[in-house]
């Protein structure tokens, strides 16, 4: 890090934290610290959303998933703009007639209490497991290319996050998301464009584009169905579809930003705005990763991208051995990178034989180079057991580092900073939002002031910041982070999903019914993610699939048909 890098770096951080207690300073009730005053425009909704979805994770993880896997990861997000129709059709109205703080104020008017509570319950216990890893994911890899200590990053990240949200609330969070969204997409359309400028002169951006294609990379769309494949068209647009269902129809951190909007109408334009830019978005930062790999056929890769747990190996007895692997592995890339010049130049002369014959010969030394990365990762595992060697999150950080100019490097640590504050912001104001309404106002204390409420909100806000904290400083490395993050998240939002399907929909299904469902639901998909090898994105159809059908059956052998009891939410 040089001294630019610091000036952007700590410049742009307390700039937006800055920014975020000033505009938002003085919250004087309950509903203006829950929800902005209805004060929001619908482009400050849509970035808020995109915000609160795009976290550090997703810059960090997202353009190794690429360098890995290629492009199919984008397909996880297919059905997410027919989700946002249906939110800004159906839910959205309604969320406004009753005038909610959270989503799950809603559930009680249709069943009852402990359904509401059920609901409340499985988002603060998901949601607050991934509030840790939001913090912890960019924390454990900052602090490993810093050099700075773990606690200490993660500490920097958590307060400043719990800084400016415990001051302005959901307002704080709206609008400093609109200062980090700025950062993030500047920063990576910045980095985009510096990795394709470092291309061979002899290479156009075209021909970039068509070897990653021949090595398999651009796999953007695959029709063929497997539910052992996480990432395809059919489970994009299915799992991908009840997924964002769940997050943005039932998840307070996203229902949240949209509540604070100043009518239906910006609160639906802002919805719209996401689902039209989120999967390009999401388009761009795959292909950085893909940029990204195609320079490092031209460029010698590390064999281990986490340096410093590479660098570890070298005080153990098992130095020799990295030091024969990654001579043969120099051996192989040299041989690579010949053959993709090669390549090449059959692709300039549209020479499909000599394509053909290139493209062989970079596949099989493709798969020699990550047979001695596996052997790598064994050797690093062996040398240092406690050592992570999932290295894909390490990826592009190692790029920027190593190859970024000074300011460039600090604005992309800004970009990573800003991602897990905008993320951790929204997700702490919906921890507090949630416990306050839907646990303490309504089952434990209903007779207190407004003061009252919003002097708990903060206290919230800072228990749900020191927890998410404490998880992130004890946590352990989880595989590729972005994955972890939808996998959690996966494991829980069907039944809740569920359970405001049949509320929106279903007015057979009463109380008790949906009340049991969502538990066998929730012990169903429990039972898929330990014992089967189901993908997660399916978990998210077989929970709300589940709580629909039981529903059913359990209200029929209740006793079938009688008029519903709660009729407020159709009568608002």
């Known amino acids: 890090m040089r001294p630019l890098d610091w000036i952007v770096l700590l410049g742009t951080l307390g700039f937006i934290v800055s920014y975020g207690v000033w505009k938002t300073r003085g919250s004087k009730d309950i509903e203006g610290y829950l929800k902005g005053d209805n004060s929001m425009k619908w482009w400050t909704i849509g970035l808020s959303v995109m915000a609160t979805q795009a976290s550090a994770i997703t810059f960090l993880s997202t353009p190794g998933q690429a360098y890995e896997d290629g492009m199919r990861f984008v397909q996880f997000y297919f059905g997410l703009p027919i989700a946002m129709v249906i939110i800004s059709i159906t839910v959205i109205p309604i969320f406004y007639r009753l005038n909610v703080y959270t989503a799950y104020e809603f559930l009680e008017n249709r069943f009852d209490l402990k359904t509401r509570s059920l609901a409340a319950l499985l988002f603060l216990v998901q949601r607050g497991l991934a509030a840790g890893i939001t913090i912890y994911a960019p924390a454990i890899i900052l602090s490993t290319m810093l050099g700075w200590s773990l606690t200490v990053t993660i500490l920097i990240i958590g307060v400043l996050v719990i800084l400016y949200t415990v001051s302005g609330g959901s307002k704080a969070v709206s609008v400093t998301q609109k200062q980090q969204m700025a950062v993030m997409m500047g920063g990576m359309i910045v980095a985009g464009f ?54 943005f129809g039932t998840d307070q951190s996203q229902v949240g930003r949209y509540l604070g909007g100043k009518s239906v109408a910006e609160s639906r334009l802002g919805l719209l705005f996401n689902g039209l830019l989120k999967i390009p978005m999401q388009f761009l930062i795959l292909f950085i990763g893909i940029m990204v790999f195609v320079f490092y056929q031209f460029n010698q890769p590390p064999v281990f991208f986490n340096e410093v747990a590479k660098s570890n190996v070298y005080a153990t007895p098992y130095a020799d051995d990295l030091r024969a692997l990654e001579q043969t592995y120099t051996g192989v890339f040299e041989q690579k990178q010949e053959a993709v010049h090669r390549l090449v130049a059959a692709i300039k002369a549209e020479d499909k034989a000599a394509i053909e014959t290139a493209q062989v010969s970079v596949n099989v030394l493709t798969e020699a180079s990550k047979e001695i990365r596996e052997e790598v990762k064994d050797l690093v595992r062996l040398a240092t057991p406690d050592a992570e060697v999932k290295d894909t999150d390490y990826v592009f950080i190692s790029f920027v580092m190593k190859y970024l100019p000074a300011g460039l490097v600090g604005l992309l640590l800004a970009v990573i900073f800003s991602a897990a504050m905008s993320s951790s912001a929204a997700e702490l104001n919906a921890l507090a939002s949630t416990t306050v309404v839907d646990i303490y106002k309504r089952s434990m204390n209903q007779l207190a002031s407004d003061r009252h409420y919003l002097n708990a909100s903060r206290f919230f806000t800072i228990l749900w910041g020191a927890i998410a904290i404490l998880f992130a400083m004890f946590a352990s490395m989880l595989d590729n982070l972005i994955e972890a993050v939808n996998i959690i998240g996966s494991i829980f939002y069907g039944t809740i999903l569920g359970i405001f399907l049949v509320a929106f929909y279903v007015h057979y299904i009463r109380g008790n019914a949906v009340f049991i469902a969502a538990v066998l639901a929730e012990l169903v998909v429990l039972y898929c993610h330990y014992f089967t090898d189901i993908a997660f994105l399916w978990f998210n159809v077989i929970g709300c699939a589940c709580v629909v059908v039981f529903g059913f059956i359990l209200q029929t052998m209740m006793g079938g048909k009688r008029r519903l009891k709660n009729t407020n939410y159709r009568k608002h």
Do not use: C, H, Q
């Open 194 to 247: 510096v990795v394709v400028s470092y291309l061979p002169d002899n290479v156009s951006f075209g021909e970039a584009v068509s070897v990653a294609g021949k090595m398999g990379k651009m796999n953007v769309v695959d029709f063929s169905f497997n539910w052992d494949d996480r990432y395809n068209f059919w489970s994009g647009i299915t799992g991908g579809l009840f997924l964002a269902l769940s997050y």
